[in-house]
Structure formats: C-alpha cells, structure tokens
T-cell receptor
Framework: AQSVTQLGSHVSVSEGALVLLRCNYS??????LFWYVQYPNQGLQLLLK??????LVKGINGFEAEFKKSETSFHLTKPSAHMSDAAEYFC?????????????FGKGTLLTVNP | DADVTQTPRNRITKTGKRIMLECSQT?????MYWYRQDPGLGLRLIYY???????NKGEISDGYSVSRQAQAKFSLSLESAIPNQTALYFC???????????????FGPGTRLTVL
C-alpha cells in the first residue's frame, strides 16, 4: 500500500521568499515520487519526478525536490517565489518498479504568493 | 493542439440525468484514467484502462461506468447523476513502458460537472 501526506493545505509566501511545500510518503516498495502543479482552471502539469536516480531532482520553473529515504520525505522548494507560482501543488507516489502502476495523490497544497 | 482533450469543459445537469464525459488523446498511450477532484480531497481514481479490452475499477467507481471505444478514447458515464457527483473530473494517460515512464501520467484540462 502507498500513501502521501501533504503538510499544510495552504501556504502563503511573499514574492521573492523561499517556497517550501512538504510531502511525506509511505510505500512498501521503493517508490517513484512526483510533484504536479495545477494552475487555476487548468489540468495537472508534471513539475518533476524522482525515479531512484539522483536524490535531488530539478524541475520546471526553478522548482526542485529532494528525496530523503530516512525521513520518507520529498519536499518541494523554490528559492524565490514569483507571482506566477500561485497554484495548487500535488505530491504523488507510485510503487516504483513494482506492478502497482497507480498514482496515489496527496490532498494538495494551495500556494498563495503575496506582492 | 493539446495532447489530452476533454469534452465538455463545463456541464450543469439535473439529478437523475445520464451524463457522458469524453476524453481523447493523441499521445499514443495505451493507458487511460479517470479521476475526480474535490476540494480538500485531492484526486481519486474512478476507473482505469490498460488497453481497449482491459478496464478496471478504481477506488470510487460506484455510480460510474466507462467505455474504451478505441486506444485514443475513454468515456466516463454517470448513469443517474446525483448532487454529490458534483466535482472536477480529469482524464489522464500514461505510456505502457516500464518504470517511471509508465507511472508518469499526463492530464487533460478537466470537466467541471455540476449536478443540481
């Protein structure tokens, strides 16, 4: 079984400040981990993914995430927030090389960027 | 043009009506999925299909049915819509190859359904 917990349903930062969105996972096998972003009135767009190669993963729009097995975490960061980063962010887990291909999503974190 | 399209984008209907949501993709992927999104609940899987002859229930399939008309088309039906099916519905696709490529899903723009 696999699950994802996103800590904080709403995060608010000032423009130029650090963005930190938290994700903890549970998986019985080595996982693949994903961050998706959903802009208003749009579908989900893949931001980045961890696939058991480098533990620090760089994605689009300056975001990155670090896989920490000991902490079962995959937190998303960006050094300097931009107004255009305002969106909802979803962390998701799949069972890596296992036969369970399904993605399990967290409940999402809404990021607000204040001018 | 978008790789994954959904029609309609918005729909308002009444309790008891039959509704069909359609999804088409040009990515050439074998696997397709239907999710619903509710505020504060994230995305929940309704049905998924590995190919035209392989359709499976997800975690919340009650009240829904699907049809995989072709590799590129996957429709979701609400046989008798009820108000608690008001939600945002997403279609997604993924490739059949192994590993992270297989598990990476690509989403359509969504259909906002309101059941009165």
């Amino acid at each position: 079984a696999q699950s994802v917990t996103q800590l904080g349903s709403h995060v608010s930062v000032s423009e130029g400040a650090l963005v930190l969105l938290r994700c903890n996972y549970s998986s019985s096998v080595p996982p693949y981990l994903f961050w998706y972003v959903q802009y208003p009135n749009q579908g989900l767009q893949l931001l980045l993914k961890y696939t058991s190669a480098a533990t620090l993963v760089k994605g689009i729009n300056g975001f990155e995430a670090e896989f920490k097995k000991s902490e079962t975490s995959f937190h998303l960061t960006k050094p300097s927030a931009h107004m255009s980063d305002a969106a909802e962010y979803f962390c998701a887990v799949s069972a890596g090389g296992g036969s369970n291909y399904k993605l399990t999503f967290g409940k999402g974190t809404l990021l607000t960027v204040n001018p | 043009d978008a790789d994954v399209t959904q029609t309609p984008r918005n729909r308002i209907t009444k309790t008891g009506k039959r509704i069909m949501l359609e999804c088409s993709q040009t990515k050439g992927h074998d696997r397709m999925y239907w999710y619903r999104q509710d505020p504060g609940l994230g995305l929940r899987l309704i049905y998924y299909s590995f190919d035209v002859k392989d359709i499976n229930k997800g975690e919340i399939s009650d009240g829904y049915s699907v049809s995989r008309q072709a590799q590129a088309k996957f429709s979701l039906s609400l046989e008798s819509a009820i108000p608690n099916q008001t939600a945002l519905y997403f279609c997604a696709t993924s490739d059949r190859t192994s590993g992270a490529v297989r598990d990476t899903q690509y989403f359509g723009p969504g259909t906002r359904l309101t059941v009165l």
